[in-house]
């Protein structure tokens, strides 16, 4: 029997303000926004939930690692947000990791969007581990003033893959999972290290 989480307490609002705090992480890149949490569903935590709800509709598509795609995933996801489960990356909307899958990842087919439509590229949430060495990078791009130095447990080899998903102006969106705050890292974004 599947056991459903609650969700949003006031869903309108909730997932109002979930979209504005997801909107203004993209448009200031390497800034961390709070987001309130909700109960999470087995390995989703609780941010990634909520930007679930507040981001995925009925017309969206979402991939999530193989070992995450259980019955009580995908019936509380369709139950709440209405999007649709897929294992084809090459259709989905966004794509669910933790750090670990994704650099273990050896295919990543996900849409890049094209010359005439780069805003239709896949956003990949990536949940980061609560406690792990960081590493600092520095940020510059739309919505940085100058530069932005960010402290990330993220190791270099992300930041090779990342580099082969990105073909201007195509290319992947990031944000990041940790604790009750996301950060955006938008495909206009340039890292330094």
């Not at 609780?46 to 009580?72: E, K, N, R």
């Not at 050896?106 to 980061?128: C, H, K, M, V």
Request: with cysteine; charged share 20%.
């Amino acid at each position: 029997m599947t056991a459903f989480i609650k969700g949003f307490s006031a869903p309108i609002h909730d997932s109002q303000q979930t979209f504005r705090q997801a909107l203004l992480a993209m448009s200031e890149p390497g800034k961390w926004q709070t987001i309130a949490p909700i109960e999470p569903i087995e390995m989703l935590n609780s941010v990634t939930v909520s930007l679930i709800l507040g981001l995925l509709y009925a017309d969206t598509t979402l991939w999530l690692q193989d070992d995450w795609q259980t019955a009580d995933v995908s019936a509380n996801l369709t139950f709440h947000a209405g999007c649709k489960v897929t294992s084809d990356q090459t259709i989905a909307d966004f794509g669910i990791y933790d750090l670990e899958g994704f650099l273990a990842a050896e295919s990543l087919e996900f849409s890049q969007g094209d010359d005439r439509y780069p805003d239709q590229s896949a956003t990949l949430i990536i949940q980061l581990p609560e406690s792990a060495e960081t590493f600092r990078s520095c940020w510059q791009g739309p919505g940085i003033r100058d530069e932005r130095i960010c402290e990330l447990p993220i190791p270099a080899a992300f930041w090779q893959k990342r580099a082969d998903l990105i073909s201007f102006p195509c290319g992947i969106d990031f944000i990041f999972t940790q604790g009750n705050q996301i950060l955006a890292l938008p495909r206009t974004t340039k890292i330094f290290r």
